[in-house]
């Protein structure tokens, strides 16, 4: 069975430019969590969709947008890019409730 | 606020030098207390889940215990590819969210 799969795996950006993360969950599960992770830090929750619906959100700003399709894939969206907003974004799907979650290789993001 | 934090930030053994990592978390109602590996610039690999005080789990050289504070990840007779950051999450109360402390980097020399 395939994993939790991230595209694309690297990407480079300039400051202000709008980015799209896509995420495909393991089969089966209905639950897309997005992390964001700088260097030397834990992942940080930004959002989680359950069923094509947001069910949490993390203290990031409203540049900072997702969806989740009814094949339950999902984008992550950041407009304006910061140079801040480098870092590894981290896809993690889930069956819901307290079922584990298994995390992508994750989207290397640098903004120059 | 749920908090987690890892401890020590960084550990270096001998192969074959067993101790054990911490992870001490305030969570309002844990629903699960996870432990993931993660190689540099992967994505943290699973590792366990425990749910209640008391539990423990095996994964080879690894075991993860937990009591009401803390959970400690026992790693025994290492070996240079257990070198890893390894990470810990709390989920807790209504929130969705794993709350990540900020991982140990243990490197495990030949």
């Known amino acids: 069975d395939a994993g939790v799969t991230q595209s694309p795996t690297h990407l480079i950006k300039t400051r202000g430019q709008h980015v799209t993360l896509r995420c495909s969950p393991i089969?089966?599960?209905?639950?897309v969590s997005w992390y964001q992770q700088v260097l030397g830090q834990g992942p940080q929750f930004i959002f989680q969709?359950?069923?094509?619906?947001?069910?949490g959100r993390g203290n990031f700003p409203d540049r900072f947008s997702a969806r989740q399709f009814p094949n339950y894939s999902s984008e992550l969206n950041v407009n304006a890019l910061l140079l801040g907003d480098s870092a590894l974004y981290l896809c993690?799907?889930?069956?819901?409730?307290?079922?584990?979650?298994?995390f992508g290789q994750g989207t290397r993001l640098t903004v120059v | 606020e749920d908090q987690v934090t890892q401890s020590p930030e960084a550990l270096r053994l001998q192969e074959g030098e067993s101790s054990s990592l911490n992870c001490s978390y305030t969570v309002s109602g844990l629903r699960g207390l996870f432990w993931y590996r993660q190689d540099p610039g992967k994505g943290p690999e699973f590792l366990f889940t425990l749910y209640s005080a008391g539990e423990e789990k095996e994964k080879e050289r690894l075991k993860a215990t937990l009591t009401k504070k803390e959970s400690f990840l026992h790693i025994t007779a290492p070996k240079p590819e257990d070198s890893a950051t390894y990470l810990c999450?709390?989920?807790?109360?209504?929130?969705?969210?794993?709350?990540f402390g900020k991982g140990t980097l243990l490197t495990v020399n030949p």
């Open positions: 993690a799907s889930s069956g819901g409730g307290n079922t584990e979650a298994f």
């Open positions: 969709y359950y069923e094509k619906e947001e069910r």
């Open positions: 089969s089966g599960h209905k639950s």
């Open positions: 999450a709390a989920h807790g109360g209504s929130n969705y969210k794993l709350t």
